[in-house]
């Protein structure tokens, strides 16, 4: 099992680009998740979504869309681009919501917008 | 509104000596807490949680519902435990009622020979 899988792991853009990220995992697990790692910030929790065809906003959801058309894959999308948003983008999932479940991240997508 | 503390961004300590990486937390209700690590180069992955009060990579944590905290300590440091650690607090969220993570700022430990 890969387990969570992000594509791509680098990418520089140009203000006002889009883009999409994706996060992928093998291990049928209902929740999925997206997180911006900066500096001296630890992880916050952009997007999220409890199940197929569902998203929910998390705590800076702004500047970004999500979606989750199959169960095994969370898109994060950024319609314009903006040097605020440079950052390590991290997806996780998890079986469910249970306070004592796990979650499991990905490797990472390091963003640069330039 | 959920909150973790981790007043230190950086611990550094020699081979052997102790560690004890702070965190404290702000929740309403019931809650349930876990350290994460991240080593050079490698994903975020789960260290340890205080449900299972567990012992892992000798590294412990005890919930004090008093002092609001969940410290994480190990008695005798090794240089691969050199990393960056992250306490997490899983709390109902506000926009769906479902439960999500909350976490600290981030602890990096470097432990040198």
């Known amino acids: 099992n890969a387990g969570v899988t992000q594509t791509p792991k680098f990418r520089v853009l140009k203000t006002g680009q889009s883009m999409t990220l994706l996060c992928a995992q093998d291990m049928n697990h209902e929740y999925m998740y997206w997180y911006r790692q900066d500096p001296g910030m630890g992880l916050r929790l952009i997007h999220y979504s409890v199940g197929e065809g569902t998203t929910a906003k998390g705590e800076f959801p702004d500047g970004y869309n999500v979606s989750r058309l199959k169960k095994q894959n969370f898109l994060l999308g950024l319609e314009s681009a903006a040097p605020s948003q440079t950052s390590v983008y991290f997806c996780a999932s998890s079986h469910t919501d249970e306070s004592n479940q796990p979650q499991h991240f990905g490797d990472g997508t390091r963003l640069s917008i330039l | 509104a959920q909150r973790v503390t981790q007043p230190e961004k950086l611990l550094s300590v020699f081979k052997g000596a102790p560690v004890e990486l702070k965190c404290n937390y702000s929740?309403?209700?019931?809650?349930?807490l876990f350290w994460y690590v991240q080593y050079s180069r490698q994903r975020l992955q789960l260290l340890l949680r205080?449900?299972s009060r567990e012992s892992i990579k000798g590294f412990t944590a005890d919930l004090n519902k008093g002092e609001t905290s969940f410290h994480l300590k190990k008695p005798f440091a090794q240089e691969e435990d050199s990393a960056m650690y992250y306490c997490?607090?899983?709390?109902?969220?506000?926009?769906?009622?479902?439960?999500?993570?909350?976490f600290g700022k981030g602890t990096m430990l470097l432990v040198s020979p």
């Open positions: 997490a607090l899983s709390g109902t969220h506000m926009n769906s009622g479902y439960s999500t993570l909350t």
């Open positions: 929740y309403s209700g019931s809650p349930e």
């Open positions: 205080h449900i």
